[in-house]
């Protein structure tokens, strides 16, 4: 099987701009969730969606949302991009209920 | 909420070396452990597991006991490679509404020098 596969690996944005970051999670798999990975905080829990419905989510603010599609991909959005959001950013996947993660290369963002 | 420990980094060692790396949680209920491996510019990878007290998880030479009395699930692996160098998570999950949400260690950094 396929793993996990983030797009794009990398991204350079300036500030106040938004974007957009996508994830195809493992055939069958119907959970996904993404994490900010940064040197100060590690790595931090942004949402999780299931079967197109959010089922958790972290502590960031509105600016970061996300959804996910009908055949399990999901994307995160990020507007009004501040410098602190310079990050990792991490998507992974589990078949829906299991303990385990499944883990893309994440997307590297970087807001100037 | 629940929590987990683990030693500050870089740990720096010679090849063949012995590894230890510290890991204590604090969780209600019983979580499952896991330990997590990041090489450099790629994603995380799952090492190994245990999903309960007195579980041993192994591979590729790392091992790890979930230890319930001591709150600790430290990896060790006998003798280390220069191919072993990455960050090293410590995590634990455990049910919650159908999710199993991992809470992380702040990672430690290996570098296994020839």
């Known amino acids: 099987k396929a793993g996990v596969t983030q797009t794009p690996r990398y991204l350079i944005k300036t500030r106040g701009q938004q974007v957009t970051l996508s994830c195809s999670p493992i055939?069958?798999?119907?959970?996904v969730s993404w994490y900010q990975q940064t040197p100060g905080q590690g790595l931090q829990f942004l949402f999780e969606?299931?079967?197109?419905?959010?089922?958790n989510k972290g502590n960031f603010p509105g600016r970061f949302s996300g959804r996910q599609f009908s055949n399990s991909r999901s994307e995160m959005n990020v507007s009004t991009l501040e410098l602190g959001d310079s990050a990792l950013y991490l998507c992974?996947?589990?078949?829906?209920?299991?303990?385990?993660?499944?883990f893309g290369p994440g997307t590297r963002l970087t807001v100037l | 909420g629940d929590s987990v420990t683990q030693m500050e980094g870089p740990v720096t060692l010679s090849e063949e070396a012995f590894l230890t790396i510290n890991c204590t949680y604090t969780?209600?209920?019983?979580?499952?452990l896991f330990w997590y491996v990041q090489y450099p510019g790629e994603g995380l990878q799952l090492l190994l597991k245990?999903?309960?007290?007195?579980d041993k998880g192994s591979n590729k030479g790392f091992e790890a006991t979930y230890r319930k009395e001591t709150t600790s699930f430290h990896l060790e692996k006998g003798s280390v490679q220069v191919s072993d160098s990455a960050v090293y998570f410590c995590?634990?999950?455990?049910?919650?509404?159908?999710?199993?949400?991992?809470?992380f260690g702040r990672g430690t950094s290996l570098i296994v020098h020839p």
């Open positions: 055939s069958g798999h119907r959970s």
């Open positions: 992974a996947s589990n078949p829906g209920f299991y303990n385990e993660q499944f």
């Open positions: 969780a209600t209920g019983y979580p499952s």
């Open positions: 245990a999903t309960k007290a007195d």
């Open positions: 995590a634990l999950s455990q049910a919650s509404g159908g999710s199993y949400i991992p809470t």
């Open positions: 969606y299931f079967s197109e419905t959010q089922r």
